[in-house]
């Protein structure tokens, strides 16, 4: 009987991850502060400490995994890279597919990869706490499960409407021991004064943002962690990617096109950094690889938006970033389900999509979904409803495969389980769920609120 | 780094399956029809399958894994063997820890290892439907998911208390392509008549397994499937323990003790049969293992059961079977979390057990989300509450062992996750669930209900 899956030893876990900024054609440009110059570390140093720094802006290649960090990672990784054979069977396609699973993780996705080198790192830095915000709840249950891990409080500030809507997701952090608050809340004063404008705020992701910023920046032993678009986050996502290649040397196949979905950008940047290495170095055996991109229609920023500086965060708090963005005050429509709403995209990403070394594509949402239960029928796992936009891009890889007979290998990030997004699923049978495509106009209405930079 | 995880290829995959019948010291009794004389398998044959039905009275030692079931437990098979280093750390002990993981499957527990097999043969006897119950909704995905594998439509009766309070549960069935019907329900003459008694029933396991039979035993071309119980049950997930085995080899370590939870007992059988075999034959390596059923202290039917005939049904439709019972309308209390509370224990195990071939243990409900949250806050995983009894009678032999000095190997069942059980764990966190533990008036009362047999 086939093998299916291509198992590493722990032994094989990557002892390093992969910097890109060291193979971009030009430097990577600085956040700058809101006076038009580069922000200053000190600024930041309130609230991260020096090694998250130092990674944010280094252009070494390589960078170590600390021991204590791998020695986490070993809880659930390597994880599996899975040739999808029933689905190709249900597809009828030449291709062949495979995923990599990032979903056994303990938190369900990839944000664990991240989550648990930050909580070293404030932890060696002699951080007692880490404050956070989390609107679906996956980002806040990797951070509470990485908390617990290297001994460090957590709090998250949950978007009122999510504490409401996903109590799961609630009881799954503090299961891990962290602290929950609905934001806006009565810990901080953004929240106090969001709640004394409006008492029946029901919180967004940029106040949530506001609120764990400000508690960290306000105590000593307490910093503040982010899971996506910073350059530190996608360096320690690249672990996926390092993996799959070796994987792919067992399996003794290579891709030809990779597709991971699209938000802020850190599975992407995960899975197809270190692929890209290997196109800046002159390409695998001398082939470069399709890396692709795959956002939401209803949240565009690649396809559709603008290579600009802009604010990291829908308040404007933030220093501002050169990154593909549809404008800070962006917001996706209600009935868009599950993650990948932020309005911008890593500006590792960015760079890499501006200078046309990766490419990008938007689906539209009932189309993701359609993908995610064909995935289900036929691999068994329900994926969540971010991993379905990579499922999409690559079974219509592989129809298009059908239609040319190309027998081409299609890798896709399975970035996580839908097992707390299960309400989507029930707003997608039930019809609840819409296409949305957003008319030009108010696309250039949102990118109005981009702030003049010199 | 020392390797935690011990993964077999999946070319390991069991071939067949081990029947403890063959090593019992005496035959196991058959189940008995309403007239006392053994139940006749053309009884059977409206709800199952032949092949099914061979199993269930077969005495071979070795059952042949179908190809196609094999190639389905490819999808998931075989699961990790797992070293929980950080939980035995966390509790100081000399004692060697490690579990197996079964929640790594699709539907999260290891019912689909029978939910599978049962899949398969019902399509191989050109069987197009299957019916069957399910409470809390575990038994229910595992049906669902195998039904979509096999082409089969599956209708699952949720009790409606369930339906109601776990509706992610019943989308995932949902997402697997089965209809789920709240139970009591409108499609069947039992669901009509306790409607028509009482239009709020909120349903019973007992009731929903009634409206499954009498659908499938009016249909010629629907069968019933059960998840726990029966002979054939346990053999379908003796594939447990036999990959534990192999993987033990791996690890070049062996237990000294084993426990699994035991509702029904499949999850038992599935790990302990294969140990047992070794025992039958002289031990491994001389050694015997001792094997331990771990029960709710709230269902207590091992430990303060009868062993006498009963009925497998808390409605009493079924033919009766000789197993340590509680009488079948014994109800566990409210305050009572998740899955075991069968009043009985399957035939097999019951055997076992009475002739003192295994051992059994009752652990009180608290005791058992305490160790659950021990094991979330070490090894990452957030426990099903089933899976918590064997973490907990675990833990407690390992803290035996430090006290002792012992460096014992343990080794228990991991039978799922508890991403669908976070509900119980709220209530848990919030005071609201409670040690029970019965008078011995009360139980003796709830055995007045066992049938006379000759």
Redesign the interface.
Known sequence: ?????F?L???E?PTHWYNVAADLPTPPLPPLGADGQPAKPEQMAAIFPTAILEQEMSSERWIPIP?PV??IY???RPSPLVRAA?LEQMLGTPARIYYKNEG?????SHKPNTAVAQAYYNQQAGIRRITTETGAGQWGSSMA?AG??FGLDVRVYMVKVSYEQK??RR??M????AEVFASPSEMTQTGRDALARDPNNQGSLGLAISEAVEEAAARADTNYALGSVLNHVALHQTIIGLEAKKQFELAEDWPDVVFAPCGGGSSFAGMAFPFFADNAAGGHHGKQVRLVAVEPASCPSLTRGKYAYDFGDASGFTPIMKMYTLGHDFMPPGIHAGGLRYHGASPLVSQLYHEKLIEAVAVPQLATFEAG?MF??S????PAPESCHAIRAAIDEALRCKESGEPKTILFNLTGHG??D??S??RY?SGELEDFSYPEAAIEKSLKCLPQVG
Chains 1, 2 share one sequence.
């Open positions: 009987m086939e093998s299916l899956r198992v030893p722990q032994s876990i021991q791998r020695e070993r809880l659930w029933r056994v993780s303990p938190a369900g499960l617990q891990m109590p799961y009881s799954m503090q299961t891990w021991g239960v289900a029928h691999e068994g796992i329900i097992h707390f299960m309400g699923y029930d049978f």
